[in-house]
């Protein structure tokens, strides 16, 4: 099923992506009917998380007819909520890959989320880059250890079960997945430097 919708998406995609004909040239059933074909293929790829093809079907969708309401409610719909978008498909792809096996002894976080990250993109063979970031200027961190031993557990799962072990907060940018500590250190006192005074005869 998966593979049919690829190949239906491809060959739609040809079509967003080929010289429209001169409307002078074409019937309003004939333009209304491709306007239906561009708008199927922006809503396959707005559902498999195609963001730039589904904007691209929309706006050729309103080109060719524009009183076509429901292209104009998804096209406004990606350009309002691009980047919530973008977050939970992140969120999706990781909760959609399962990792067979993880097994990590006093990792530190920095190891436990590098290890994590090679075995996602094994999984999803690249299709999916979590870029994980550890932000610790307070290397709080650096007493924590990070202990699994998993076996068939979504990507997602096994990132909660690190964070929580490092008691550790997450936030999904759309780019980025940013792990911090929940409770950092607080930064050490400044130390001032003083001046001696010279002493006058």
Known sequence: MKQKTTTTIVALTLAVC???????????SQRQEQAQNLYSVGVIAMREGKYEIAQTSFREVLRLYPKHTQARKN?????????????NKRKAS????IIPSIDLD?????EAVE??????EQQSKKNSVPNFIVQDSTSTF???SITLRLNRTPADAVLKYIVDQAVATLRYDKHAIIIRPLNPKKAGPTKATVTPSIKTP
Do not use: C, F, W, Y
């Open 115 to 120: 290890v994590l990250s090679v075995m996602i």
């Open 142 to 144: 650096d007493n924590k």
């Open 94 to 97: 990781l909760k959609n890959i």
């Open 18 to 28: 080929a010289p429209l004909p001169a409307q002078n040239g074409q019937t309003s």
């Open 106 to 110: 006093k990792a530190t976080v920095q």
């Open 75 to 87: 096209l406004l719909h990606i350009l309002n909520n691009r980047n919530s978008l973008e977050i």
